[in-house]
């Protein structure tokens, strides 16, 4: 049902989980365990494959505050948790509460978990190329030191994320990047069509995190699209012309 990480699984009082596609409700291609509230997916469904992640993270099923993601480079700090689907468009949460599950959702993207266990601060943020681009992975840890968290102290942890492998861009894509830094060429390897390249989104999201100057930076090197039987993915989701996808959850929580 999960895949945690070691460096937070040694943190005291900190539950966390990197929520695999396995374990829920849902059938057809949301099997099984989709979290996405913005699936096509039966609501009731989700609903309760979210309940079953909560219960494993230890808080009741209303305890778990997910952002509506847009891409952004925007943190909402959590006090008090919203419905599901309900929340604040931004795509990262951080918090100081203990009992609070804060998560995101992602099908290729890159899911980052964030913990300083001393000042008992985390955070948890979506980032795709976009995000990692204009600063989510910076912003969550400025969101977090303004609880207290120390960048020293910070474990970060990317999740399931889509590889180079699977990750074909263009050419304008390519552009935008080296124009803005060219030492970014070294995340572009070119592919079989011409003007095209593979990114390496993960080695791109672990230069940020490492440039932040956090304590521990983990990668688990899991692949979404090239695991079905584990992780949903956007991208093969749209190579098979499936009609939707499902969303896996990632969460993070302090323990009472």
């Known amino acids: 049902m999960k895949i945690t ?3 937070l699984s040694a943190l005291p009082g900190i539950r966390h ?10 059938d057809g291609i949301y099997a099984s365990l989709n979290c996405g509230v913005g ?3 039966e609501r009731l469904n989700v609903l309760e494959n979210r309940a079953r992640v909560t219960a494993d993270l230890g808080v009741a099923p209303d305890r778990l505050a997910t952002p509506y993601q847009v891409h952004s480079p925007d943190v909402v700090v959590v006090d008090e948790v919203w419905a599901p689907g309900a929340g604040p468009k931004a795509d990262a949460v951080v918090t ?7 998560g995101i959702g992602t099908a290729d993207c890159g899911p980052i ?3 300083d266990a001393e ?3 985390i955070g ?22 303004g609880l207290g968290a120390r960048r020293e102290r910070i474990v970060a942890v990317l ?3 889509i590889s180079a492998a699977a990750y074909e861009v263009g050419p304008e894509f390519h552009a935008r990047f080296v124009a803005a830094d060219p030492a970014n060429a070294r995340f572009f390897v070119r592919s079989e069509r011409p003007e095209h390249h593979r990114f390496d989104l993960p080695a791109y999201i672990g230069m940020r995190l490492r440039a932040a100057r956090l304590g521990t930076v983990d990668d688990l090197a899991l692949c979404t699209y090239a695991d079905p039987a584990r992780f949903f993915s956007y991208r093969r989701t749209t190579h098979a012309a499936e009609p939707d996808y499902g969303r896996l959850l990632h969460a993070i929580a302090l323990a009472k």
């Open 5 to 7: 990480a070691d460096a």
């Open 17 to 26: 989980g990197f929520y695999t596609r396995a374990g829920g409700v849902s």
């Open 39 to 41: 699936s096509a997916d």
């Open 96 to 102: 100081a509460r203990p009992g609070i599950a804060i």
């Open 113 to 115: 978990l964030f913990a």
């Open 119 to 121: 000042a008992r601060v």
């Open 124 to 145: 948890a943020a979506h980032s795709g190329w976009k995000g990692a681009f204009t600063g989510v992975l910076e912003a969550t840890v400025a969101a977090m030191e």
């Open 159 to 161: 999740g399931p994320t």
